[in-house]
């Protein structure tokens, strides 16, 4: 089954690299069925489900570079590298049979800011380090911590994609992020031209971390510029914290917010965890 046309805003959304995705859509409607990544039913909503549900979340990646673990299908890693350019992507997924396809994958775009790892996350800690971690998919968001927090520098962000039972979620799980060092935690809604719904992240900061090798140096660029938008959604888990202070103009959980304020320094705020 070919890969749907690219639907109106996607140009956009990748900025000019609507080409690339396009490309990548095609290699997911073909060998992504055939190996077994994604489900053939998948397929004709490859661009909203999947595509553009990855690029949403292009402009809170910072700087980078990015740990994309558990990668799977290259779902968000290469749709993030095809987005950013700009910013060193590092897949880690352990099973080589995915690890062969996401190779073949970034050989066939060109994609010379991404580096394929076979490895289960606890392996590679130590060694592979960034102030940003991202999954989508994988687990659960206290067993996601327990795996991606030592590949975190010090005051860096897991940005785990989820459903709508996001804030719930987190609230369940507030107690194992704790117990991983984690200070702020708060849904964040993301939106791009082409997507419908927003999609919605758990973004979990981190106080300390292994600081140990890096997962590569940070590009000169700035980060990207773009019509997307991310709004803050207060995750119900308050009270007082140490680490970065961010105020919230988001309303409850899971509603929109009119954006987000950032602040350095120790202190309290509706999403310090304590």
Not at 113 to 135: C, F, K, M
Not at 170 to 184: I, S, T
Not at 244 to 264: E, L, P
Request: glycine content about 16%; charged content about 20%.
């Amino acid at each position: 089954m070919p890969a749907p046309a690219a639907p109106e805003g996607a140009a956009d959304a990748f900025r000019g690299r609507l080409g690339l995705a396009e490309r990548f859509a095609d290699i997911l409607a073909d060998t992504g069925v055939s190996h077994g990544l994604i489900g053939p039913r998948e397929v004709p909503r490859l661009w909203e489900r999947h595509l553009l549900n990855c690029v949403a979340i292009a402009d809170a990646m910072g700087d980078g570079p990015i740990i994309d673990v558990g990668s799977g299908a290259g779902l968000p890693g290469v749709v993030l590298a095809i987005a950013r350019p700009d910013v060193e992507v590092h897949l880690v997924e352990p099973l080589l049979r995915r690890t062969q396809w996401l190779h073949s994958v970034v050989a066939e775009l060109g994609l010379s800011n991404v580096t394929v790892h076979r490895a289960r996350a606890e392996e590679v800690a130590g060694s592979l380090v960034a102030p940003i971690v991202t999954a989508r998919a994988v687990a659960r968001l206290d067993k996601l911590a327990r795996w991606c927090a030592p590949l975190l520098t010090p005051g860096g962000r897991l940005v785990a994609l989820k459903g709508h039972s996001a804030a719930q979620e987190l609230a369940e799980d507030r107690a194992g992020l704790l117990r991983y060092g984690a200070v702020r935690a708060e849904v964040t809604e993301h939106s791009c031209p082409g997507l419908s719904d927003p999609v919605l992240t758990i973004d979990v900061e981190f106080e300390g971390g292994p600081a140990v090798g890096s997962a590569g140096s940070r590009t000169k660029a700035g980060r990207g510029k773009g019509p997307r938008r991310a709004q803050r959604a207060r995750s119900g888990v308050g009270g007082s914290g140490r680490g970065s202070a961010r105020g919230s103009a988001g309303g409850s959980a899971g509603g929109s917010g009119g954006g987000s304020t950032r602040g350095s320094g120790r202190g309290s705020g509706p999403n310090a965890l304590e």
